[in-house]
């Protein structure tokens, strides 16, 4: 098995995309990402790559600093070979993203020793139940950028995620693809959330964000459901999220608006 890389989303796309739409469901993030790379976005020395085997696509990666290392369901057989690729290359990874399995035996691969973990599991939508909560949706728009960046930084220090990145971009973008939505009881926004636009027939759900002020009234439930109502009237077949397996209370919630679970995923950063 050989890994070949490249700088060029378009080169990454033609070879990796087939592979990793095979499987959409398990491969949301990288598709996801795929999709912010070839409209422009991480454009700051991203790094991509596709495992071989016999001249078939086996696996991928996507490498957009400061994030962490972002893998597919890549075979555990082909990990060696992509640390040491990265290795040869100089290419600094401050942690590594997929499914348990693959995060771990990647991490066991690099050179740098575990710092800190997020446990994650991925849900998918089943048949979607609706929640009560006062208020209602209503699209963000560019007026609400710097609250809803600043909700999304709030969301990220919450979540304990090591990004050093602005957010601003991203939010101001998926306010123009109207991805993003609030939820305002009396007129004022009380939580957001987002859903990126069907691709393949899946749509993901995230971040989802209640201020603690706003909390134990049922927006979060409601911003959440109006998203996923958004994603499946653009014609979205499979509705997906991820949730910390360290909030016990987000899990149940989002099992109360009917997602099931899938597979478990981590975040792995190295010290």
């Known amino acids: 098995m050989n890994w070949t890389f490249t700088t060029d989303a378009e080169e990454y796309a033609a070879a990796a995309e087939p592979w990793l739409l095979r499987d959409p469901v398990r491969n949301t993030v990288p598709l996801t990402v795929l999709r912010g790379l070839r409209s422009g976005q991480f454009s700051e020395d991203p790094l991509m790559g596709w495992l071989t085997d016999e001249r078939a696509v086996r696996g991928a990666f996507v490498h957009t600093a400061p994030y962490p290392l972002l893998l597919g369901v890549v075979p555990l057989g082909g990990l060696p070979a992509l640390a040491a690729g990265l290795l040869?290359?100089?290419?600094?990874?401050?942690?590594?993203?997929?499914?348990?399995?693959?995060?771990?035996?990647?991490?066991?691969?690099?050179w740098r020793?575990?710092?800190?973990?997020?446990?994650?599991r991925l849900y998918r939508l089943d048949a979607l139940v609706p929640p009560f909560a006062p208020g209602r949706a209503r699209t963000a728009v560019a007026a609400d950028v710097d609250l809803a960046t600043?909700?999304?930084?709030?969301?990220?220090?919450?979540?304990?995620v090591d990004v050093e990145?602005?957010?601003?971009?991203?939010?101001?973008?998926?306010?123009?693809?109207?991805?993003?939505?609030?939820?305002?009881?009396?007129?004022?926004p009380v939580a957001l959330a987002c859903v990126s636009r069907p691709l393949a027939g899946m749509s993901r759900?995230?971040?989802?964000?209640t201020p603690p002020d706003?909390?134990?009234?049922?927006?979060?439930?409601?911003?959440?459901?109006?998203?996923?109502?958004?994603?499946?009237?653009?014609?979205?077949?499979?509705?997906?999220?991820?949730?910390?397996?360290?909030?016990?209370?987000?899990?149940?919630?989002?099992?109360?608006?009917?997602?099931?679970?899938?597979?478990?995923?981590?975040?792995?950063?190295?010290?």
């Open 88 to 110: 040869e290359r100089e290419r600094s990874v401050a942690g590594v993203s997929g499914p348990l399995d693959v995060a771990e035996a990647f991490a066991q691969e690099w």
């Open 113 to 120: 020793p575990e710092k800190d973990r997020r446990s994650e």
């Open 150 to 160: 600043r909700w999304f930084v709030d969301f990220q220090r919450e979540a304990d």
């Open 165 to 188: 990145a602005d957010p601003t971009p991203v939010v101001s973008a998926r306010i123009n693809r109207e991805e993003l939505l609030l939820w305002e009881d009396g007129g004022r």
């Open 205 to 209: 759900v995230g971040p989802v964000y």
């Open 214 to 271: 706003h909390r134990r009234h049922g927006y979060g439930s409601a911003v959440t459901h109006a998203v996923t109502r958004l994603a499946l009237d653009a014609g979205a077949t499979e509705v997906l999220l991820f949730t910390d397996l360290a909030n016990p209370t987000s899990n149940s919630i989002y099992q109360g608006l009917g997602y099931r679970p899938v597979a478990d995923y981590a975040t792995i950063h190295f010290g």
